[in-house]
């Protein structure tokens, strides 16, 4: 038919194969291969019944979502979508048996459930995922779902976007059969099983559709789940209202309700956002000087030193992950500690339906618990998660150096220190690198990956694989104070606190972030963290402080007196037994006090101000770190702060938000800041440059190695 679709025949079945690498999305190319292939078999009088099939890894991803992106900024125009082939093959004269094997997702879905049959491999995956880009079916899916599996799971697969399994798929009858085996031949006998039976068309089924008094409280809960946990998400709704309409409407009305609301959702900020985050995911592996066919170390096994909190989380990161893992720490005590809190987590996961007893059972035989150092001698990696001191970290690298094996890669987790110093205490710094978990290890799914000055492309190559493996997304960092997340977490968190040193409440400063979709305001966030832990690092490094910039002052007044947060039931607000945050009026009163005591003018700051200053202030400093080349692009920020710091992914991170607010806005309200608030609020140069040649952060990519420690 084209290089992207190929017609062949088994005499009387006629096969078409889909191949457009690496997921057959459905680009124009492949529907009109589909199409033409279609018409041919209507004109073959030989062709009993036809075969629809994926080459190569999968069936079919889903529409070709870069194709979205042409649209919505009007390099491409938008056609008649892929309604009409769909309808082409569900009329076809043959029956059309398919067969999937990997992802049937979105699109691929939907032309699935088109065709009169569908077969599937075992550990095939079938689900409408669109709401993840904040769009949602486009070709009928939410009208043929219903049909085919019932309203209660179309509705949990179009608005929640989870795939579901082959096994699940045929129990819900959105497949007819497993086929154990070569899926091509199991395929073909099935048409031929089937070829002579009258076509039943997914269109013209209406037995799974309900009554409305059945189908009323199936919407009321989704609707009620999806405002709580897809908090602020418009799809999701969008995505249920369509498949409402499949219970309420005929087929092609219905299906104009899905176009309408398909349309309002591509031509949205939220949907620009997502789509620009699923192809950041991906971008993010990808470094300039670091070709995609670097050598790759192996990591079959792993050693975590420190069974901490973080130390512990990443054992069963590993564990996870099907990669056996030693446990070392100091002395015994510790080490049954670690033991027993990773025992704790395990059970709660269980107790919650996350894991299964057998799972957490085969789990926990990866984890190996040892004290002696030459127990590690032999494994691929290993993760330091001691205290954080220097001296410490140096001694334990030595250590690390000593006995481990040479193709061993040796990686901290230090949040604040220097990778190259810490490698200065090994004879091999090309080996040693920062893996940078984030808390708890176990489930945050960020993971930064700092490279040191003299970090091999082999290490980081591997741990970038490695985070994939580990189902994390792997940014790649340089080694700068904070490295980039808690870097840009500071000046953050400092806003924060000035806001309310100025005269906003604390909850009016939680609340605004909250209500822009943060998933925890900043001095909650701070109250969960610990406030010490940043009181600690403030003492350790006063004398690095500028003078003339403004420090916050409330915060280490707050653990002066003992309140580190929720770990002491009070921080900046009271804790009840239950660690739910309570407003406290002491805090409000102690604070008017100090500002009083500081001569800091008061205001109540509108919730607008709140947003603007804490987010710009992220802003600011991302530009500053960009230029250094601290990270390589803005999207690579904005990977960090969706995964690791609870930002929105339907406002696309950070630095995708300034795009979207306008470059020179935010530089001159920044100018603005800087004037009424003081020189903290200086504008990074690199948003000044841009603003001035008219162009956007997103444009801006540095293809350097980060420059010096700073
Ligand atoms: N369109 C365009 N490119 C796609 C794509 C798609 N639907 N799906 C994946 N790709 C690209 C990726 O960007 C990546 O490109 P790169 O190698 O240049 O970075 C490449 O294919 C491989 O993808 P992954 O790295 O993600 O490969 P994995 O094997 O880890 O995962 C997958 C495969 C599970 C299929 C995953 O890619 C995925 O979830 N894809 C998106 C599925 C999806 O959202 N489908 C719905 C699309 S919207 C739609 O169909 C609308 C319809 O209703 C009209
Ligand atoms: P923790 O205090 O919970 O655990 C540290 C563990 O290291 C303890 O079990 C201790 O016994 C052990 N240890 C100390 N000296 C040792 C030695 N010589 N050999 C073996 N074990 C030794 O600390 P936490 O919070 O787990 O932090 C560990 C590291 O992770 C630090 O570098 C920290 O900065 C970093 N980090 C912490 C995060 C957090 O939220 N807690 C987040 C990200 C990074």
């Known amino acids: 038919m084209n290089e992207l679709v190929q017609l062949t025949k088994e005499k009387e079945i006629a096969i078409i194969t889909i191949n457009n690498p690496p997921v057959n999305a459905l680009s124009p190319g492949v529907a009109q291969g589909i199409s033409d292939a279609i018409a041919s078999i209507e004109n073959d009088k030989q062709v009993k019944a036809a075969v629809l099939i994926g080459a190569g890894r999968t069936f079919v991803a889903g529409a070709d979502i870069k194709e979205f992106g ?125 070829e002579d039976k009258p076509i039943a068309k997914t269109r013209d089924r209406t037995a799974k559709l309900g009554t409305s008094a059945q189908n009323a409280p199936i919407f009321a809960l989704a609707r009620d789940t999806t405002r709580k946990k897809q908090r602020g998400l418009k799809a999701p709704l969008a995505a249920i209202d369509a498949v409402e309409a499949a219970t309420t409407l005929p087929f092609d009305e219905g299906c104009k309700v899905e176009q309408k609301l398909f349309t309002e959702c591509l031509f949205s900020d939220q949907s620009r956002s997502l789509i620009h985050v699923f192809f950041g995911e991906r971008e993010v592996a990808k470094i300039p000087d670091i070709p995609k066919d670097t050598p790759l170390l192996p990591v079959q096994t792993a050693a975590v030193v420190g069974a901490g ?82 001296a410490l970290k140096k001694q334990v690298f030595s250590e690390l150096d000593r006995v481990c094996q040479p193709r061993a890669i040796l990686a901290s987790n230090t949040s604040t220190l220097n990778v190259d110093e810490i490698a200065s205490a090994t004879g091999r710094p090309q080996s040693v690198i920062g893996t940078h978990f984030f808390s708890p290890a176990n489930v945050m799914r960020l993971l930064e990956i700092v490279r040191g000055k003299q970090t091999g492309k082999d290490v980081i190559a591997t741990c970038l694989q490695l985070a994939k493996k580990l189902g994390k997304v792997g940014v790649l960092v340089g080694n ?82 003992g309140r580190y947060g929720q770990k002491t039931s009070a921080g900046w607000y009271k804790y009840d037994a239950n660690r739910r945050a309570v407003p406290d009026l002491e805090v409000a009163n102690l604070i008017r006090a100090w500002a009083a005591e500081a001569g800091i003018a008061q205001h109540e700051p509108s919730g607008d101000e709140i947003v603007e200053r804490c987010i710009y ?34 406002r696309g991170g950070p630095m995708w938000y300034e795009d979207t607010i306008g470059l020179g806005k935010v530089y001159d309200r920044i100018r603005e800041f800087n004037a009424q608030y003081g020189a903290h609020w200086k504008p990074a140069p690199l948003l000044r440059q841009l603003a001035e040649e008219g162009r956007t952060l997103a444009d801006f990519g540095v293809e350097r190695a980060a420059a010096d420690y700073i």
């Open 309 to 390: 909190t973080m130390g512990g989380g990443i054992a069963m990161v590993f564990a996870n992950a099907g990669v056996p893992v030693l446990l070392k720490d100091a002395d015994q005590p510790a080490l049954d500690r670690g033991l027993s809190t990773i025992q704790k987590n395990y059970a709660n996961s269980v107790q919650r339906g996350r894991f299964s007893q057998s799972f957490v059972d085969e789990r926990l035989k990866l984890i190996r618990p040892t004290l002696s150092y030459d127990d590690i001698a032999g494994v691929d990696m290993v993760v330091e998660a001691v205290f954080e001191g220097m």
């Open 617 to 650: 202030a992220l802003v600011n400093e991302g530009a500053r770190i960009l230029e250094e080349g601290f990270a390589l692009r803005a999207v690579d920020i904005d990977i960090i702060y969706i995964n690791g710091y609870g930002f929105p992914a339907y």
């Open 70 to 194: 042409k649209m919505t900024s009007g390099k491409a125009q938008r056609g008649a979508g892929l309604l009409p082939l769909l309808l082409s093959i569900e009329d076809c004269r043959v029956p059309v048996v398919v067969a999937i094997h990997g992802t049937a997702f979105g699109g691929g879905l939907e032309l699935a459930m088109a065709c009169h049959y569908r077969v599937a491999s075992p550990t095939a995956q079938v689900g409408q995922p669109e709401v993840k880009l904040g769009i949602i079916p486009g070709a009928a899916g939410t009208q043929r779902l219903p049909r085919l599996a019932g309203v209660a799971k179309a509705v949990e697969m179009c608005a929640g976007g989870n795939p579901v399994g082959a096994d699940v798929a045929l129990e819900l009858g959105i497949v007819d059969r497993l086929i154990h085996g070569d899926l091509l031949e199991g395929a073909v006998a099935f048409a031929r099983e089937i």
């Open 480 to 561: 700068c104070r904070g490295f980039v997340g808690n870097r840009m977490f500071h000046p953050y968190r400092r806003e924060a606190q000035f806001l309310v040193e100025e005269g906003a409440s604390v909850e009016a400063v939680d609340n605004a972030l909250y209500e822009f979709g943060m998933a925890m305001g900043p001095l909650a966030t701070g109250d969960l963290a610990g406030l010490d832990v940043g009181w600690r690092i403030r003492k350790e490094y006063r004398h690095l402080e500028q003078p003339g910039i403004r420090q916050p002052i409330a915060e280490d007044r707050l653990c002066e007196m």
